[in-house]
């Protein structure tokens, strides 16, 4: 959900308990006020939904997210300046609701990577596809920033870690979520 609002909506709260339950695991944007706001609805539904903040390519704070909150998952990527076009001409877009579907797209990688490369049970890949999973994964491609979790592909992929290690680290996740 590339998107964030003032205030509590039931119609989505009721479509993420639905997700949940279908162990469909969303992503929110955390809002573009800085500090001067707490997360944005519905990113600030702890243990429900995956809040975004943006970051620049770097990791570097984007001065545009909440405050982290102590003790929980900030997570953050790439969300600060990021070339668009607009009318033909190019243009610079900042915002947690850019950082969001590029978190997604991170994720959904090491997913896929999980599909061909780990042999998991059909109960092991719903482990890793929900919620607990999938902020596990976020977890082990994320580097601590400026009190934000700045995830980053290459903390896994590592020159260093051969694809067994990877392999490895994946199905440890989906046998304990």
């Known amino acids: 959900m590339s998107f964030g609002l003032d205030n509590r909506d039931t119609d989505i709260d009721k479509a ?32 429900a939904v995956i809040c975004i903040h943006a970051s620049d390519g770097r990791g570097n704070n984007g001065k545009i997210s909440p405050t982290p909150l102590a003790k929980g998952d900030n997570f953050s990527t790439l969300g600060i300046s990021i070339e668009s076009k607009w009318k033909r001409s190019k243009v610079q877009i900042s915002g947690t609701s850019f950082a969001t ?45 400026e009190s934000y979790d700045y995830i980053t592909p290459q903390h896994l992929w590592k020159r260093e870690n051969t694809d067994e290690y990877i392999i490895g680290k994946i199905t440890s996740i989906a046998q304990s979520s």
């Open 16 to 47: 993420i308990t639905t997700a949940l339950t279908r162990g469909i695991t969303i992503f929110a944007a955390a809002a573009n006020s800085g500090g001067n706001k707490p997360r944005a609805y519905p990113s600030d539904k702890q243990n």
């Open 101 to 145: 579907p590029i978190a997604v797209a991170l994720a959904a990688d090491v997913l896929e990577f999980a599909r061909y490369k780990c042999l998991l049970s059909e109960y092991e890949q719903q482990c890793l596809y929900g919620f607990n999973g999938v902020t596990k994964i976020l977890r082990l491609m994320s580097d601590e920033r």
